[in-house]
């Protein structure tokens, strides 16, 4: 970087004069880094910022940014400004692998905010865990997992897609079931759970299907029609969807096109949020179902200093908030008073610290890091206005622990994470012994 | 839930025979009471209120149900007073059905979740037997037919009678026969004849009727039922070969429509365009644009959005194919190597800059009202949009074979691609068509994305997802030749039709995939090849 920047400059100056320059621009830097390096602590952003997942993770690094915008405001940590560093690994999933070790060792970033997909995570789980460093992941995903690098902010499989199935059964009794997803690794996980689940209690093989669809799907006649068809059984239909961002809006015109109504035969999605919406016509979607842990419709003081807060930022007054802006927005409150309680940004004291620390989360509650560095959130089912926005029709009465290892499975059902304790991801209670299935 | 609504139909049932027999409307206070209930934003309290009301026989609740389905129906919290905005924009108060001015700010639309939809759909069913809008009847009997509920029977009954339309006949005679075959106390001849006027219906609807059918039947409405389940198997698996080959189509429509300008620039330049998905990006973008506008300026012309959006689409992306080919892959002609990565890297250049101007999330394009819904053809559903496609798929096929094969710069593109040399002696300005044939590429690719913004998301990455099937498209029809990018999209979408049932959406992909590879080995230049010297040109 630095004699790139001599090379530039070089060419006009004479040769003496070269010299003069390059000494004082080196001790300027070099004064200019120092200064930094005492006054900031660096904070890591890692989403994609183009390729296909940009649609999503570009509004995750501008909630970082504003994040730290506004702790600074606040006089920073310790003592310190927040300094944010953005990288793009531009959906590429090796290249996240790059991008950290890059944060990690010549940023010098104390802790990083990043990644969408689980891939990605599985990508710089081995870097995190190497260049023992922090990572904060803000997206509901598979479970399996606990890492004593990484701290789940989004949600495990227990507080969206069991309650999801729950209020179904309950409230719409439905008895019959089609799990539609994109064909990789977190609606397979979560399938094979909700497949587990379904089955104990009781719903018959016939009266489950399963659909995989390839990324950005996007002729869904045959599909639709299919689960019109197995919807006509004459028992309540509902489809569990845990398609993919892009291949939602298709899917979604397709069953208003070809008539399916959210009274039929609603669909309750994972992946849907009110940014995913901005895209689509939703009035022929009234009625069809998101579960999630955060909806910008949710009255609540905090919220709605939050949703004003971040139109302000982004000088856009029509500027959507989601689930995972929130995921960030609590693990960033619980990383800063990690560090104000250890008074350090070393990474092992930070990781050791943040069990136990709560947060306030943007919906009235207080959400809490558990042991298996999942945390609580409440879960909330909503129906799609015709305004894009969701309205929540039913919410779990408190707190849901969040479960690494899936109940339902018989491979980790035994599994608990706990990395205060038995200082374990994946400790098996019933041979008492730690590495059982998994990492 | 559904029970107690339809329990109070039974009151409404008896209370219409009242009021025939007094002749005098009972209205009183509980209509108020229950009118008031609305506006407590509870999902339980709409509930009674609801049942309450479709069953009070006064005149405001066909306004007030319909109002409520459609988000019209205004509570006020404070006040816990309830209006019904109509739908020419008029306000009534709810409770009296006096005109308002204005409701309070403080109003607000009450709530509803599937539950209450489904009531609300149940309570407008029994409003509306006796509309006098034969399409309101038709739909009350359809909503009868799915809930088969036996207090419905007399109205229906009474429906019957005085019905003179033929559709809706048949759908109150269907309506009427899915109540008796429910009705424990109905006879067996009479759930026979039910049968069979279900079984002549013979739709996916019929079939979910006659599975719902259990317990304990006598042995002869048993085997009738069966008997007629396995007729509507029968014929609904006819049908879904008719729905496979309708959807085959379709998809053929949009590869063909996708491909068509690649066929060009590739297929008869020779040019490897990776950029071409771009192209169609930017014309679903023109859409876009041209839609923003009508929307913030003339919202009565949004029906026509589509047809404006066309020529222009057609010129921004032509335009900007023709500084392509002037600015670059006119150098790099006989290279097709570089010529690939080139245009590799153009289009991540074209999706970048898109990505900055409009932003990483999808944009909103709204389907014209003449382009949502759908119509039944026998058991096939058919979807509006996916038929302009194909009309507009085949339009523009037509347009541009007529082009090549009847306009002076359509001679001299094919002159020009089988004999460069030839052509440039007899005075053909070579380099000019060469640019002007990659516009016409670009600029149809453009069209495509129109017609792709109709279905498909309008975002960065809306090419990327044709790119792939469009070469495979050209390459299986045969380069160079137009009709084989025809029948090639047709057979590779009705392949992937009718495997995909079969071996899934991923499987299936797979599978073409493979077939395409293995037919490449047999004939190398696709479906059909260009024969004679134009082939070493």
């Known amino acids: 970087m630095l004699t790139q920047l001599n090379h530039d400059i070089a060419k006009p100056f004479s040769r003496r004069r070269w010299l003069a320059a390059t000494a004082g621009l080196v001790l300027g830097l070099a004064g200019f880094n120092s200064a930094q390096a005492q006054e900031t602590i660096k904070v890591g952003v890692l989403h994609s910022l183009s390729g296909t997942m940009a649609i999503s993770e570009t509004t995750l690094k501008d909630t970082v940014l504003f994040l730290i915008d506004e702790q600074n405001k606040k006089g920073g940590v310790l003592g310190k400004k927040l300094e944010a560093v953005v990288v793009d690994p531009a959906s590429n999933w090796p290249l996240f692998a790059e991008k950290a070790r890059e944060l990690i060792t010549k940023d010098k970033v104390s802790v990083v905010f990043g990644c969408w997909t689980s891939v990605s995570r599985k990508s710089v789980l081995p870097v995190f865990k190497e260049l023992n460093s922090i990572l904060f992941y803000p997206v509901q995903y598979e479970g399996e997992e606990s890492e004593r690098n990484v701290f789940y902010t989004g949600a495990a499989p227990n507080q969206q897609a069991i309650p999801a199935v729950d209020y179904l059964m309950k409230d719409e009794k439905v008895k019959r079931w089609v799990l539609a997803g994109t064909d990789y690794v977190y609606p397979r996980t979560t399938n094979k759970i909700l497949e587990a689940y379904l089955k104990s209690k009781g719903v018959k093989q016939e009266d ?46 397709e069953l208003g096109n070809q008539g399916i109504k959210a009274t039929d035969i609603p669909v309750v999605a994972f992946s849907v949020g009110e940014e995913e919406l901005a895209g689509i016509d939703t009035k022929p979607l009234l009625g069809h179902l998101a579960a999630w842990n955060y909806f910008q419709s949710i009255k609540d003081p905090a919220n709605e200093k939050f949703i004003k807060a971040w139109q302000a930022y982004t000088k856009n007054p029509k500027r959507v908030t989601n689930d995972p802006m929130e995921a960030h927005v609590i693990g960033f409150e619980m990383w800063v008073k990690a560090v104000e309680k250890v008074k350090s940004v070393d990474a092992d004291k930070v990781i050791d610290a943040l069990p136990g620390i709560e947060a306030k989360n943007l919906t009235g509650g207080t959400s809490k890091m558990l042991p298996n560095h999942h945390i609580t959130k409440p879960v909330f089912i909503g129906e799609i206005k015709a305004n894009g926005q969701f309205d929540v029709v039913w919410k779990t009465p408190g707190l849901v622990a969040g479960d690494a290892w899936s109940k339902e499975l018989d491979g980790s059902k035994d599994l608990i994470g706990d990395w205060v304790g038995k200082k374990c991801g994946n400790y098996n209670t019933k041979t008492n012994k730690c590495g059982g299935q998994g990492s | ?69 459609d988000g019209r129906l205004m509570a006020d919290p404070d006040s816990k007073k309830v209006y019904v905005t109509q739908p020419d924009g008029k306000i009534i108060d709810a409770a009296t059905g006096a005109a308002v001015d204005k409701a309070p700010d403080g109003a607000a639309a009450v709530r509803l979740n599937n539950r209450l939809r489904r009531a609300v759909e149940a309570a407008l069913g029994g409003l509306t037997l006796l509309s006098p809008d034969p399409a309101r009847r038709i739909q009350a009997a359809q909503s009868v037919f799915k809930t088969h509920d036996e207090a419905m029977l007399p109205l229906v009954d009474e429906a019957l009678k005085k019905e003179t339309v033929k559709e809706a006949r048949l759908a109150f005679t269907e309506a009427r026969a899915a109540i008796l075959l429910f009705k424990p106390d109905a006879t067996d001849v009479e759930k026979l004849e039910a049968i069979a006027t279900i079984k002549a219906r013979g739709d996916q609807e019929a079939m979910a009727l006659l599975t719902g059918l259990t317990g304990d039947q006598p042995a002869a409405i048993a085997s009738a039922a069966a008997n007629a389940k396995a007729a509507i198997q029968r014929s609904l698996s006819l049908w879904s070969m008719v729905q496979n080959a309708w959807y085959g189509l379709s998809l053929g429509s949009v590869l063909l429509l996708a491909a068509i300008g690649l066929a060009i620039t590739f297929g008869v330049m020779g040019v490897i365009n990776m950029a071409h998905g771009e192209m169609v990006m930017i014309g679903a973008y023109v859409t876009f644009v041209v839609q923003e506008t009508i929307r913030t300026s003339y919202p009565h012309l949004f029906d026509y959005s ?83 496609i194909l009309c ?50 670009s600029g149809i690719a453009g069209i495509a994305g129109v017609a792709l913004s109709q279905i498909d998301n309008v975002s960065p990455n809306l090419g990327q997802s044709y790119i792939i099937d469009s070469f495979m498209v050209v390459v299986f029809g045969g380069v160079g030749n137009l009709w084989g990018t025809l029948v090639g999209a047709f057979t590779l979408g009705i392949a992937n039709k009718f495997l995909e049932p079969v071996a899934g959406a991923v499987l299936g992909k797979i599978a073409i995939l493979v077939l395409i590879i293995l037919f490449i080995q047999k004939r190398p230049r696709g479906l059909f090849a260009l024969k004679g010297r134009a082939v070493e040109a």
Request: no cysteine; aromatic share 10%.
């Open chain 1, 208 to 253: 489950i299907m399963i659909n995989y669809t390839p990324f950005g799907h996007s002729d869904w006649q045959t599909i639709v029609a299919d689960i019109k068809k197995f919807g006509s059984a004459g028992k309540k239909t509902a489809v569990v969807s845990t398609i993919n961002g892009d291949a939602n809006v298709p899917f979604y015109k």
């Open chain 2, 392 to 441: 507009f798929t085949l339009a523009v096929f037509v347009i541009l074979l007529a082009m090549l094969r009847y306009t002076a710069l359509g001679l001299e593109m094919r002159a020009v691609t089988q004999n460069r040399r030839m052509a440039a002696s007899m005075g053909i300005a070579t380099s000019r068509v060469d640019a002007l044939t990659f516009g016409l590429g």
């Open chain 2, 306 to 388: 589509l047809l404006m959006a066309v020529p222009l689409a057609f010129i921004v992306a032509g335009a900007i194919g023709i500084l392509i080919e002037r600015g670059i892959i006119r150098f790099l002609y006989g290279r097709p190597l570089e010529t690939l990565l080139a245009t590799w890297g153009l289009s991540l250049v074209l999706q970048q800059a898109v990505r900055t101007l409009f932003g990483p999330t999808n944009r909103e394009v709204g389907n014209p009202s003449w382009m949502s819904g759908a119509f039944e053809l026998g058991q096939v559903t058919i979807t509006y949009n996916r038929l302009w």
């Open chain 2, 1 to 69: 839930m559904l029970a107690k609504v339809l329990d109070r139909f039974r009151a409404l049932v008896l209370s219409l025979l009242l009021t025939v027999a007094l002749a005098s409307p009972a209205l009183a206070g509980p209509f108020e009471d229950a009118v008031g209930k609305f506006a407590n934003d509870e999902f339980s309290d709409t509930d009674e209120a609801i049942g309450a009301v479709a069953t009070s026989g006064n005149p405001l609740a066909f306004a007030i149900i319909s109002a409520l389905q």
